[in-house]
């Protein structure tokens, strides 16, 4: 079955790190670049993060510019955001998302209807 796989969620005090993985099954991300949204109880869902295809080429929200950091490992058809110095605010649903031969810039993601494939999520609790 051809989908998209999150880990990494989970409950942590404000200052602490996660390390989501989202990890492609029965298809190769090579060619994809990967994007991580998140969702928040009553609020749209918003784009954190991307990196390109080629690794060229990464985005970051405002929110979370200088806290988060996405990187892929291609050889593990794996992509991870790791995220520092939580807040409450991040408390979300996160996704990850596989767009084909997407690009990422610094100023810009592919929006959400360019994605391929979305994985189920994965929940992130920051306590204060």
């Known amino acids: 079955q051809v989908q998209l796989v999150e880990s990494g969620g989970g409950l942590v005090q404000a200052g602490g790190s996660l390390r989501l993985s989202c990890t492609a099954s029965?298809?190769?991300?090579?060619?994809?670049?990967v994007g991580w949204f998140r969702q928040a109880p009553g609020k749209e869902r918003e784009g954190v993060s991307c990196?390109?295809?080629?690794?060229?080429?990464?985005y970051y929200a405002d929110s979370v510019k200088g806290r988060f950091s996405i990187f892929r490992d291609n050889a593990k058809n794996t992509a991870y955001l790791q995220m520092d110095s939580l807040k409450s605010d991040d408390t979300a649903v996160y996704y990850c998302?596989?767009?084909?031969?997407?690009?990422?810039?610094?100023?810009?993601?592919?929006?959400?209807?360019?994605?391929?494939?979305w994985g189920q999520g994965t929940q992130v609790t920051v306590s204060s």
């Open positions: 990196i390109s295809h080629s690794s060229d080429g990464t």
């Open positions: 029965q298809f190769t991300l090579d060619y994809y670049s």
């Open positions: 998302a596989a767009d084909l031969f997407g690009e990422c810039h610094a100023d810009s993601m592919p929006p959400r209807r360019d994605y391929d494939y």
